[in-house]
Protein backbone atom coordinates (compact mmCIF):
# COMPACT_ATOMS: atom_id res chain seq x y z
CA UNK A 1 0.00 0.00 0.00
CA UNK A 2 2.89 2.15 0.65
CA UNK A 3 3.16 5.38 2.96
CA UNK A 4 -0.35 6.99 2.97
CA UNK A 5 0.23 9.47 5.36
CA UNK A 6 -2.53 12.02 4.26
CA UNK A 7 -4.85 8.70 5.92
CA UNK A 8 -3.00 7.72 8.67
CA UNK A 9 -3.35 11.57 10.06
CA UNK A 10 -6.63 11.57 8.73
CA UNK A 11 -8.21 8.72 10.39
CA UNK A 12 -6.15 9.15 13.55
CA UNK A 13 -7.23 12.56 14.35
CA UNK A 14 -11.39 12.22 13.25
CA UNK A 15 -11.23 9.22 15.84
CA UNK A 16 -9.19 11.25 18.27
CA UNK A 17 -12.32 13.88 18.14
CA UNK A 18 -15.39 11.19 17.82
CA UNK A 19 -13.55 9.92 21.17
CA UNK A 20 -13.05 13.09 22.82
CA UNK A 21 -17.30 13.88 22.15
CA UNK A 22 -18.06 10.30 23.56
CA UNK A 23 -15.63 10.55 26.69
CA UNK A 24 -17.69 14.32 27.37
CA UNK A 25 -20.87 13.13 27.01
CA UNK A 26 -20.19 10.07 29.08
CA UNK A 27 -18.30 12.04 31.62
CA UNK A 28 -18.94 15.63 31.86
CA UNK A 29 -21.96 15.96 34.07
CA UNK A 30 -20.14 18.86 35.55
CA UNK A 31 -20.07 20.42 32.29
CA UNK A 32 -16.25 21.49 33.11
CA UNK A 33 -13.94 23.13 30.43
CA UNK A 34 -17.09 22.49 27.94
CA UNK A 35 -16.51 25.29 25.60
CA UNK A 36 -12.52 24.38 25.55
CA UNK A 37 -13.49 20.68 24.56
CA UNK A 38 -15.78 21.39 22.15
CA UNK A 39 -13.47 24.12 20.41
CA UNK A 40 -11.03 21.25 20.20
CA UNK A 41 -13.57 18.56 19.08
CA UNK A 42 -13.98 20.93 16.27
CA UNK A 43 -11.08 21.82 15.53
CA UNK A 44 -9.69 18.42 15.38
CA UNK A 45 -12.32 17.00 13.05
CA UNK A 46 -11.86 19.98 10.69
CA UNK A 47 -7.88 19.29 10.18
CA UNK A 48 -8.92 15.77 9.85
CA UNK A 49 -11.48 16.38 7.09
CA UNK A 50 -8.55 19.05 5.60
CA UNK A 51 -6.26 16.55 5.88
CA UNK A 52 -7.99 14.27 4.18
CA UNK A 53 -8.28 16.29 1.09
CA UNK A 54 -4.88 15.76 0.75
CA UNK A 55 -5.23 12.20 -0.11
CA UNK A 56 -7.63 13.46 -2.92
CA UNK A 57 -6.60 13.78 -6.59
CA UNK A 58 -9.17 15.72 -7.01
CA UNK A 59 -10.71 17.54 -4.16
CA UNK A 60 -13.03 20.18 -5.91
CA UNK A 61 -15.00 16.69 -6.62
CA UNK A 62 -15.48 15.95 -2.94
CA UNK A 63 -18.92 17.14 -2.47
CA UNK A 64 -19.58 13.67 -4.75
CA UNK A 65 -18.03 11.62 -2.00
CA UNK A 66 -21.54 11.13 -0.56
CA UNK A 67 -23.41 9.83 -3.82
CA UNK A 68 -23.16 6.23 -2.97
CA UNK A 69 -24.76 5.96 0.28
CA UNK A 70 -26.47 2.94 -0.84
CA UNK A 71 -23.41 0.53 -1.29
CA UNK A 72 -20.55 2.45 -0.01
CA UNK A 73 -18.55 2.50 3.25
CA UNK A 74 -16.40 5.58 2.41
CA UNK A 75 -19.77 7.46 1.21
CA UNK A 76 -21.50 6.59 4.76
CA UNK A 77 -18.05 7.69 6.78
CA UNK A 78 -18.18 10.75 4.71
CA UNK A 79 -21.77 11.67 5.73
CA UNK A 80 -21.68 10.57 8.98
CA UNK A 81 -18.23 12.89 9.75
CA UNK A 82 -20.23 15.48 8.13
CA UNK A 83 -22.95 15.07 10.21
CA UNK A 84 -20.66 14.69 13.38
CA UNK A 85 -19.62 18.09 12.56
CA UNK A 86 -22.77 20.32 12.15
CA UNK A 87 -24.37 18.30 15.20
CA UNK A 88 -21.18 18.97 17.64
CA UNK A 89 -21.04 22.87 16.15
CA UNK A 90 -24.77 23.04 17.08
CA UNK A 91 -23.94 21.94 20.66
CA UNK A 92 -20.60 24.69 20.72
CA UNK A 93 -23.38 27.53 19.66
CA UNK A 94 -25.80 26.41 22.45
CA UNK A 95 -23.19 26.46 24.40
CA UNK A 96 -21.93 29.55 23.59
CA UNK A 97 -25.78 31.80 23.16
CA UNK A 98 -26.82 30.69 26.88
CA UNK A 99 -25.42 29.44 30.19
CA UNK A 100 -27.91 26.43 30.15
CA UNK A 101 -25.97 25.42 27.02
CA UNK A 102 -27.60 23.16 24.35
CA UNK A 103 -30.27 19.79 24.68
CA UNK A 104 -28.49 16.69 25.77
CA UNK A 105 -30.43 14.95 22.83
CA UNK A 106 -27.88 17.15 20.65
CA UNK A 107 -25.05 15.73 22.14
CA UNK A 108 -26.27 12.13 21.89
CA UNK A 109 -26.87 12.75 18.12
CA UNK A 110 -23.29 13.94 18.13
CA UNK A 111 -21.97 10.70 19.24
CA UNK A 112 -24.33 8.19 17.29
CA UNK A 113 -23.22 10.12 14.25
CA UNK A 114 -19.76 10.22 15.43
CA UNK A 115 -19.89 5.96 15.98
CA UNK A 116 -21.37 5.64 12.91
CA UNK A 117 -18.72 7.11 11.61
CA UNK A 118 -16.11 5.21 13.23
CA UNK A 119 -18.30 1.83 11.97
CA UNK A 120 -17.64 3.30 8.50
CA UNK A 121 -14.52 4.06 8.82
CA UNK A 122 -13.22 0.78 9.68
CA UNK A 123 -15.84 -1.04 7.12
CA UNK A 124 -14.74 1.04 4.53
CA UNK A 125 -11.11 -1.20 5.08
CA UNK A 126 -12.33 -5.01 5.76
CA UNK A 127 -13.73 -4.18 2.34
CA UNK A 128 -11.11 -4.17 0.48
CA UNK A 129 -8.82 -6.83 -1.35
CA UNK A 130 -6.07 -6.41 1.33
CA UNK A 131 -6.39 -9.52 3.01
CA UNK A 132 -4.41 -8.05 6.25
CA UNK A 133 -7.17 -5.36 6.70
CA UNK A 134 -9.94 -7.98 6.57
CA UNK A 135 -9.52 -9.25 9.93
CA UNK A 136 -10.86 -8.02 13.35
CA UNK A 137 -7.91 -5.79 14.34
CA UNK A 138 -9.02 -3.10 11.91
CA UNK A 139 -12.91 -2.61 14.11
CA UNK A 140 -10.42 -2.84 17.20
CA UNK A 141 -7.59 -0.67 16.33
CA UNK A 142 -9.94 2.37 15.60
CA UNK A 143 -12.16 1.62 18.18
CA UNK A 144 -9.72 1.35 20.90
CA UNK A 145 -7.68 4.24 19.15
CA UNK A 146 -10.76 6.66 19.78
CA UNK A 147 -11.50 5.81 23.46
CA UNK A 148 -7.80 6.32 24.48
CA UNK A 149 -7.24 9.13 22.75
CA UNK A 150 -10.86 10.54 23.60
CA UNK A 151 -10.22 9.89 26.83
CA UNK A 152 -7.16 11.17 27.54
CA UNK A 153 -7.05 14.39 25.94
CA UNK A 154 -10.57 14.78 28.16
CA UNK A 155 -8.53 14.32 31.17
CA UNK A 156 -6.09 16.44 30.25
CA UNK A 157 -8.40 19.57 29.22
CA UNK A 158 -10.16 18.74 32.67
CA UNK A 159 -7.73 17.90 34.93
CA UNK A 160 -7.26 21.32 36.67
CA UNK A 161 -11.02 22.39 36.93
CA UNK A 162 -12.48 18.55 38.14
CA UNK A 163 -9.94 18.69 40.76
CA UNK A 164 -11.64 21.90 42.38
CA UNK A 165 -14.85 20.45 41.81
CA UNK A 166 -14.01 16.97 43.33
CA UNK A 167 -15.06 15.64 40.15
CA UNK A 168 -14.90 11.36 39.84
CA UNK A 169 -15.05 11.53 36.31
CA UNK A 170 -11.46 12.28 35.65
CA UNK A 171 -10.79 8.66 37.24
CA UNK A 172 -12.99 6.74 35.13
CA UNK A 173 -12.07 8.53 31.69
CA UNK A 174 -8.37 7.52 32.72
CA UNK A 175 -9.36 3.98 33.66
CA UNK A 176 -11.13 3.64 30.18
CA UNK A 177 -7.73 5.18 28.48
CA UNK A 178 -6.06 2.32 30.19
CA UNK A 179 -8.61 -0.43 29.47
CA UNK A 180 -8.46 1.13 25.11
CA UNK A 181 -4.53 0.90 25.04
CA UNK A 182 -4.16 -2.72 26.95
CA UNK A 183 -7.39 -4.28 24.47
CA UNK A 184 -5.31 -2.71 21.56
CA UNK A 185 -1.81 -4.42 22.77
CA UNK A 186 -3.66 -7.66 23.11
CA UNK A 187 -5.59 -7.28 19.82
CA UNK A 188 -2.13 -6.83 18.16
CA UNK A 189 -0.87 -9.75 19.30
CA UNK A 190 -3.69 -11.72 18.55
CA UNK A 191 -4.02 -9.82 14.90
CA UNK A 192 0.30 -10.80 14.26
CA UNK A 193 -0.93 -14.40 15.43
CA UNK A 194 -3.75 -14.61 12.87
CA UNK A 195 -1.52 -13.40 10.30
CA UNK A 196 1.10 -16.08 10.65
CA UNK A 197 -1.82 -18.62 9.95
CA UNK A 198 -3.20 -16.90 7.24
CA UNK A 199 -3.64 -16.52 3.50
CA UNK A 200 -0.47 -15.95 1.43
CA UNK A 201 -1.47 -12.87 0.92
CA UNK A 202 -1.65 -12.51 5.15
CA UNK A 203 2.08 -13.85 5.29
CA UNK A 204 3.50 -11.33 2.69
CA UNK A 205 1.73 -8.65 5.38
CA UNK A 206 3.49 -10.10 8.21
CA UNK A 207 6.73 -10.20 6.29
CA UNK A 208 6.26 -6.59 5.76
CA UNK A 209 5.19 -6.16 9.27
CA UNK A 210 8.65 -7.84 10.63
CA UNK A 211 10.50 -6.08 8.72
CA UNK A 212 9.32 -3.23 10.37
CA UNK A 213 9.76 -4.88 14.15
CA UNK A 214 12.32 -2.33 15.33
CA UNK A 215 9.23 0.46 15.06
CA UNK A 216 6.71 -1.93 16.07
CA UNK A 217 8.89 -2.72 19.37
CA UNK A 218 9.48 0.60 20.15
CA UNK A 219 5.63 1.37 20.00
CA UNK A 220 4.64 -0.56 22.18
CA UNK A 221 7.04 0.39 24.73
CA UNK A 222 6.21 3.47 24.38
CA UNK A 223 2.37 2.32 25.26
CA UNK A 224 3.68 0.77 28.05
CA UNK A 225 5.63 3.56 29.44
CA UNK A 226 2.52 5.53 29.04
CA UNK A 227 0.10 2.63 30.98
CA UNK A 228 2.54 3.38 33.50
CA UNK A 229 2.15 7.36 34.03
CA UNK A 230 -1.62 6.85 33.37
CA UNK A 231 -1.88 4.62 35.99
CA UNK A 232 0.99 7.08 38.59
CA UNK A 233 -1.43 10.21 37.42
CA UNK A 234 -4.75 7.94 38.46
CA UNK A 235 -2.79 7.23 41.65
CA UNK A 236 -2.20 10.78 42.71
CA UNK A 237 -5.37 12.32 41.65
CA UNK A 238 -6.92 9.78 43.77
CA UNK A 239 -5.18 11.20 46.46
CA UNK A 240 -5.44 14.47 45.66
CA UNK A 241 -1.80 15.59 45.44
CA UNK A 242 -1.79 16.51 41.41
CA UNK A 243 0.45 19.01 41.26
CA UNK A 244 2.99 17.97 38.73
CA UNK A 245 1.16 15.10 37.76
CA UNK A 246 -0.53 17.28 35.32
CA UNK A 247 2.84 17.54 33.13
CA UNK A 248 2.93 13.34 33.42
CA UNK A 249 -0.44 13.20 31.80
CA UNK A 250 0.51 15.42 28.97
CA UNK A 251 3.62 13.53 28.55
CA UNK A 252 1.38 10.23 28.30
CA UNK A 253 -1.12 11.77 25.96
CA UNK A 254 2.04 12.42 24.07
CA UNK A 255 3.02 8.98 23.40
CA UNK A 256 0.16 7.73 23.19
CA UNK A 257 -0.33 9.87 19.78
CA UNK A 258 3.08 8.35 18.73
CA UNK A 259 1.57 4.86 19.67
CA UNK A 260 -1.41 5.33 17.89
CA UNK A 261 0.50 7.11 14.61
CA UNK A 262 3.01 4.29 14.35
CA UNK A 263 0.38 1.44 14.40
CA UNK A 264 -1.39 3.35 11.98
CA UNK A 265 1.54 3.83 9.61
CA UNK A 266 2.00 0.03 10.21
CA UNK A 267 -1.11 -0.71 9.44
CA UNK A 268 -1.53 1.29 5.89
CA UNK A 269 1.96 -0.06 5.03
CA UNK A 270 1.53 -3.51 5.63
CA UNK A 271 -1.42 -4.12 2.74
CA UNK A 272 -0.99 -6.06 0.45
CA UNK A 273 -2.88 -6.59 -2.88
CA UNK A 274 -3.60 -10.74 -4.37
CA UNK A 275 -1.95 -9.04 -7.73
CA UNK A 276 -1.33 -5.80 -9.35
CA UNK A 277 -1.32 -4.98 -12.60
CA UNK B 1 -30.01 -12.62 -18.38
CA UNK B 2 -28.27 -9.77 -19.01
CA UNK B 3 -24.84 -9.30 -21.70
CA UNK B 4 -21.81 -9.52 -20.42
CA UNK B 5 -18.82 -9.38 -22.69
CA UNK B 6 -15.86 -10.89 -21.51
CA UNK B 7 -12.43 -12.05 -22.48
CA UNK B 8 -10.79 -15.27 -23.66
CA UNK B 9 -7.50 -16.36 -22.70
CA UNK B 10 -5.99 -19.23 -24.44
CA UNK B 11 -2.54 -19.43 -21.94
CA UNK B 12 -0.97 -22.38 -23.23
CA UNK B 13 -0.24 -20.90 -26.58
CA UNK B 14 0.85 -17.57 -25.08
CA UNK B 15 4.68 -16.59 -25.10
CA UNK B 16 4.55 -13.37 -22.83
CA UNK B 17 6.00 -11.28 -25.53
CA UNK B 18 3.62 -7.86 -24.49
CA UNK B 19 2.29 -7.06 -26.98
CA UNK B 20 -0.91 -6.87 -25.83
CA UNK B 21 0.63 -4.94 -23.02
CA UNK B 22 2.34 -2.32 -25.30
CA UNK B 23 -0.66 -2.18 -27.59
CA UNK B 24 -3.08 -0.51 -24.95
CA UNK B 25 -0.43 1.40 -23.21
CA UNK B 26 -0.43 2.88 -26.78
CA UNK B 27 -3.94 3.32 -27.15
CA UNK B 28 -4.73 4.94 -24.00
CA UNK B 29 -1.53 6.89 -24.23
CA UNK B 30 -0.56 5.66 -20.54
CA UNK B 31 2.20 7.33 -18.53
CA UNK B 32 5.18 5.12 -16.81
CA UNK B 33 4.04 2.63 -14.44
CA UNK B 34 0.30 2.59 -15.69
CA UNK B 35 -0.81 -0.38 -17.35
CA UNK B 36 -4.21 -1.34 -17.82
CA UNK B 37 -3.41 -4.60 -19.27
CA UNK B 38 -0.14 -6.54 -17.72
CA UNK B 39 1.16 -9.97 -18.97
CA UNK B 40 2.47 -11.87 -15.64
CA UNK B 41 5.34 -14.21 -15.43
CA UNK B 42 5.18 -17.42 -13.62
CA UNK B 43 8.08 -20.02 -13.52
CA UNK B 44 9.27 -22.50 -10.98
CA UNK B 45 10.29 -26.14 -10.74
CA UNK B 46 13.73 -27.32 -11.06
CA UNK B 47 15.66 -30.81 -11.89
CA UNK B 48 15.24 -34.15 -9.90
CA UNK B 49 17.74 -37.40 -9.78
CA UNK B 50 15.41 -39.98 -10.31
CA UNK B 51 16.93 -44.14 -10.46
CA UNK B 52 19.88 -42.10 -11.85
CA UNK B 53 18.19 -40.14 -14.39
CA UNK B 54 17.95 -36.21 -14.09
CA UNK B 55 14.48 -35.39 -14.55
CA UNK B 56 13.34 -31.40 -15.34
CA UNK B 57 9.83 -30.42 -13.79
CA UNK B 58 10.82 -26.64 -14.24
CA UNK B 59 7.61 -24.76 -15.86
CA UNK B 60 7.48 -21.05 -17.26
CA UNK B 61 3.90 -19.57 -18.06
CA UNK B 62 2.03 -16.31 -18.74
CA UNK B 63 -1.03 -14.57 -17.53
CA UNK B 64 -1.75 -11.58 -19.57
CA UNK B 65 -4.95 -9.51 -17.43
CA UNK B 66 -6.58 -6.55 -17.53
CA UNK B 67 -9.84 -5.92 -15.71
CA UNK B 68 -11.82 -8.47 -15.33
CA UNK B 69 -15.21 -6.57 -16.09
CA UNK B 70 -16.29 -8.56 -13.02
CA UNK B 71 -19.98 -9.54 -12.65
CA UNK B 72 -19.61 -8.51 -9.26
CA UNK B 73 -17.65 -5.77 -8.82
CA UNK B 74 -16.29 -4.33 -5.82
CA UNK B 75 -14.59 -1.14 -7.20
CA UNK B 76 -18.16 -0.47 -8.50
CA UNK B 77 -19.72 -1.20 -5.23
CA UNK B 78 -16.99 0.87 -2.92
CA UNK B 79 -16.93 4.26 -5.10
CA UNK B 80 -18.38 6.41 -2.89
CA UNK B 81 -18.98 9.20 -6.17
CA UNK B 82 -20.32 6.63 -8.62
CA UNK B 83 -17.83 7.61 -10.83
CA UNK B 84 -16.83 3.69 -11.40
CA UNK B 85 -19.69 2.22 -13.17
CA UNK B 86 -21.04 -1.21 -14.83
CA UNK B 87 -22.87 -0.45 -18.06
CA UNK B 88 -26.01 -2.19 -18.25
CA UNK B 89 -26.34 -2.96 -22.24
CA UNK B 90 -22.79 -5.11 -21.72
CA UNK B 91 -21.49 -5.39 -18.44
CA UNK B 92 -18.28 -3.00 -18.96
CA UNK B 93 -17.07 -1.80 -16.03
CA UNK B 94 -15.32 1.81 -16.75
CA UNK B 95 -14.65 5.33 -14.55
CA UNK B 96 -16.58 8.52 -15.12
CA UNK B 97 -13.78 10.86 -15.36
CA UNK B 98 -15.59 13.92 -14.28
CA UNK B 99 -17.18 12.17 -11.16
CA UNK B 100 -14.12 10.56 -10.17
CA UNK B 101 -12.72 12.62 -7.26
CA UNK B 102 -9.03 10.04 -6.92
CA UNK B 103 -9.74 8.63 -3.72
CA UNK B 104 -7.83 5.53 -5.19
CA UNK B 105 -10.38 3.41 -3.19
CA UNK B 106 -11.32 1.21 -6.51
CA UNK B 107 -7.47 0.46 -6.34
CA UNK B 108 -7.74 -1.09 -2.50
CA UNK B 109 -11.15 -2.93 -3.97
CA UNK B 110 -10.39 -4.26 -6.85
CA UNK B 111 -8.53 -8.04 -6.21
CA UNK B 112 -6.82 -8.03 -9.43
CA UNK B 113 -5.20 -4.74 -9.08
CA UNK B 114 -6.63 -3.33 -12.68
CA UNK B 115 -7.63 0.43 -11.23
CA UNK B 116 -4.62 2.97 -12.15
CA UNK B 117 -4.61 5.97 -10.38
CA UNK B 118 -3.11 8.92 -12.87
CA UNK B 119 -1.33 11.32 -10.77
CA UNK B 120 -1.57 13.75 -13.54
CA UNK B 121 -5.18 14.03 -14.41
CA UNK B 122 -6.10 13.30 -10.54
CA UNK B 123 -8.36 10.22 -11.59
CA UNK B 124 -8.10 6.98 -11.65
CA UNK B 125 -8.41 4.86 -15.04
CA UNK B 126 -8.62 1.57 -16.26
CA UNK B 127 -9.28 -0.72 -18.72
CA UNK B 128 -13.01 0.00 -20.37
CA UNK B 129 -12.82 -2.78 -23.14
CA UNK B 130 -11.66 -0.24 -26.26
CA UNK B 131 -15.35 1.24 -25.47
CA UNK B 132 -14.28 3.45 -28.67
CA UNK B 133 -13.86 0.25 -30.88
CA UNK B 134 -16.51 -1.97 -29.62
CA UNK B 135 -18.60 1.17 -30.87
CA UNK B 136 -17.11 1.80 -34.58
CA UNK B 137 -17.77 -2.43 -34.84
CA UNK B 138 -13.73 -3.31 -34.23
CA UNK B 139 -12.31 -5.13 -31.26
CA UNK B 140 -10.07 -4.38 -28.76
CA UNK B 141 -6.58 -3.50 -29.37
CA UNK B 142 -5.43 -6.12 -27.20
CA UNK B 143 -7.66 -9.11 -29.11
CA UNK B 144 -6.34 -7.37 -32.49
CA UNK B 145 -2.44 -6.87 -31.11
CA UNK B 146 -2.01 -10.77 -29.81
CA UNK B 147 0.47 -12.14 -32.89
CA UNK B 148 -0.42 -15.49 -31.30
CA UNK B 149 -4.38 -15.06 -31.19
CA UNK B 150 -4.51 -16.08 -27.80
CA UNK B 151 -6.43 -13.15 -26.32
CA UNK B 152 -10.43 -13.31 -27.77
CA UNK B 153 -13.43 -11.20 -26.24
CA UNK B 154 -17.02 -11.84 -26.49
CA UNK B 155 -20.58 -12.62 -24.53
CA UNK B 156 -19.23 -14.39 -21.32
CA UNK B 157 -22.56 -17.13 -21.92
CA UNK B 158 -20.82 -18.09 -25.58
CA UNK B 159 -17.60 -18.14 -24.35
CA UNK B 160 -17.97 -20.26 -21.60
CA UNK B 161 -19.93 -22.42 -23.34
CA UNK B 162 -17.16 -22.68 -26.24
CA UNK B 163 -13.84 -22.89 -23.84
CA UNK B 164 -15.36 -23.88 -20.68
CA UNK B 165 -15.97 -21.67 -17.45
CA UNK B 166 -12.23 -21.70 -16.21
CA UNK B 167 -12.25 -18.23 -14.52
CA UNK B 168 -8.60 -18.84 -12.40
CA UNK B 169 -5.21 -20.20 -12.51
CA UNK B 170 -2.64 -20.52 -10.29
CA UNK B 171 -1.32 -17.05 -9.35
CA UNK B 172 -5.13 -15.54 -9.26
CA UNK B 173 -7.02 -14.25 -6.32
CA UNK B 174 -10.38 -16.01 -5.81
CA UNK B 175 -13.04 -15.54 -8.19
CA UNK B 176 -15.54 -16.34 -5.44
CA UNK B 177 -15.94 -12.26 -4.25
CA UNK B 178 -16.29 -10.43 -7.32
CA UNK B 179 -17.17 -12.97 -10.12
CA UNK B 180 -14.83 -12.00 -12.81
CA UNK B 181 -16.12 -12.01 -16.51
CA UNK B 182 -12.91 -13.94 -18.23
CA UNK B 183 -12.58 -17.43 -19.77
CA UNK B 184 -9.16 -19.42 -19.88
CA UNK B 185 -8.21 -22.10 -21.23
CA UNK B 186 -5.21 -22.55 -18.79
CA UNK B 187 -1.72 -23.60 -19.32
CA UNK B 188 -0.80 -27.24 -17.45
CA UNK B 189 1.13 -25.70 -15.28
CA UNK B 190 -1.43 -23.77 -14.01
CA UNK B 191 -4.55 -25.00 -13.14
CA UNK B 192 -5.83 -24.05 -10.06
CA UNK B 193 -5.96 -26.59 -7.01
CA UNK B 194 -9.31 -25.15 -5.68
Redesign the interface.
Known sequence: ?GNEWSLVFFTVISQAGIGLMTANQLFNRQRLALNKILFCILSLTVISMGVSLT?????F??Y?????LA?????RE?LFLGLFLALTSLVFFFNIRSEKGSPPVIGWLAVAAGLLCLISMAN?YT????AAWETFYTHLLFYTTAAALGSLVYAVLVWQPAKQKQDTAVSQSLVLGIAAIILQIISLLAYVIVLSNGSAAMQQSLALLAAQLPLLISSQIIAFLAIVGIVFCLHRYQQERIDNTNTLLNMSLFAIVITAVILRYLFYSC?V????? | MKKQLAFYFQQENCVGCSTCQIACKDKKDLAVGQLFRKVHEFSGGGYQEIDKKVVANVFAYWLSLSCNHCQQPLCVKNCPSGAMQKRAEDGVVFVDQERCLGCKYCMMSCPYGAPQYNKEKGKMGKCDFCRDLLAAGKKPVCVTSCPMRVIDYGELSELREKYGSVDVVQGMPSPDRTKPSIVITPHRSAIARR
Do not use: C, D, R, Y
Open positions: MHLGSPNSAAIFNNSWLSNVNTAFGLPMGI
